[in-house]
């Protein structure tokens, strides 16, 4: 009778604690690998990819000869692709094991009492930057991974105050230039690029900011709140679309709905507010 299979019960403790520090070390590994994909664009991507390796299988085991031949091809492609795509990733990868922060578990969430006094510093500065013709753009992110942009900037790591924000965006200073980024409750990085919108249907009346504004919030689920340069208008971007002509109450108001009620609430305050600031723009 064959006894091989019962030798791992025999092994030495020494053998078995090797082999579950082994695996918890690979599955941490995969664990930070994962995490630092979750919510950005490369997880759809990673997905498609494990999508096209299910039907790859699928045709080599059904023997479609074609099918396999054209697959080969695509997945030639996807090697020379795929570390392109994957390049900001990649990068911030590298940075974390250079600076000693991938194996550290990231912060939580900001609490909702966190958000709603965040929110009223943001109100608050972008009043008076709009009264005073300051321009601003200052992008709040949620659940969607932007480092790539994130680290086009200066990296501040400050906490959320009318003041610091205010004097971010005085004209002539280092850091004006750009967009300011919000994540977990804190500053984490100014005079950031921002891509721009492609969309035709933007009103060409519309400068840089009110662009990047609309461009980072039609690759994530960011909200963007802008102050124009040149007349002060307040207005807030979400998913593409643009609400302009708020004040220092409806603004707050917008965001405590999305940043601080339930999930539900916002989505439908939103369309209702939209709705509303379409109308008073065409007025």
Not at 240 to 265: H, S, W
Request: hydrophobic letters at 50%.
């Amino acid at each position: 009778m064959d006894f091989t299979l019962f030798s791992g019960v025999f092994a030495s403790p020494w053998d078995v604690i090797r082999s579950l520090v082994d695996i918890a070390i690979v599955a941490y590994i995969f664990y930070r690998l994962l995490s630092l994909i979750q919510g950005s664009r490369a997880e759809q991507l990673l997905k498609g990819v494990f999508v096209l390796l299910i039907f790859s299988a699928a045709v080599t085991l059904l023997q479609l000869d074609l099918l396999n031949w054209l697959l080969d091809k695509v997945w030639l492609v996807l090697a020379i692709a795929l570390p392109i795509v994957f390049q900001p990733e990649l990068r911030r990868i590298l940075e974390q094991l250079g600076q000693g922060r991938f194996l550290k578990t990231s912060a939580g969430r900001t609490s909702p009492d966190a958000n709603r006094l965040m929110v009223r510093e943001i109100a608050t500065a972008v009043k008076m930057m709009a009264r005073d013709k300051v321009g601003a753009l200052i992008v709040l992110v949620r659940e969607t991974n932007i480092d790539e942009y994130l680290d086009s900037g200066t990296r501040m790591d400050s906490l959320v105050s009318a003041g610091l924000l205010i004097n971010v965006f005085v004209p002539n200073t280092p850091l004006h230039d750009g967009a300011v980024v919000i994540k977990d409750g804190r500053i984490q990085s100014a005079a950031c690029f921002l891509p721009l919108s492609n969309n035709p249907a933007v009103d060409s009346k519309l400068g840089t900011r009110h662009r990047a504004a609309l461009g980072i919030t039609e690759v994530s689920d960011a909200i963007a709140v802008i102050v124009s340069e040149e007349t002060g208008v307040i207005s807030l971007a979400r998913e593409g679309r643009l609400i302009r002509y708020l004040d220092e109450k409806t603004l707050q108001e917008i965001l405590e709905m999305e940043l601080v009620a339930p999930a539900v609430q916002p989505e439908r305050a939103w369309k209702r507010r939209f709705a509303d600031g379409r109308q008073d723009a065409e007025k």
